[in-house]
């Protein structure tokens, strides 16, 4: 189970980072710089990630459509929450193997 919740969690945060910087984007054509809401939902979910490419405010549009496409799974398994599923896993798998060698379950 906490498998198919990491996939799910990794395929939807990656969609919802396209979602993000078009916001951002949007808003930057709307001319909306002060309380902006993408920045700042951007700023607590996509700022350690975008740290190498600089501050969300300073970057230009074309900058942030090549974020887009570097964005990688790889990036949102670091984030505390796959680290807490990978834990749920390793959990998992451990009690299974546990529950094996306790109660002799034999495999015919």
Known sequence: MPVLV???YLL???AAAVIIITA???ERELSIHENSLAVTYAKLHLEP???RFGSIETLTDGELLSITQNLSYRL???KSIPLILYAAIAAQ???ALVSL???H???M
């Open 6 to 8: 990491l996939l799910v």
């Open 49 to 51: 990630m975008l740290s």
């Open 105 to 107: 379950y034999r495999f």
């Open 76 to 78: 949102w398994s670091r």
């Open 93 to 95: 798998v451990i009690l």
């Open 12 to 14: 939807v945060m990656s």
């Open 24 to 26: 951002v984007r949007l």
């Open 101 to 103: 060698t306790i109660y």
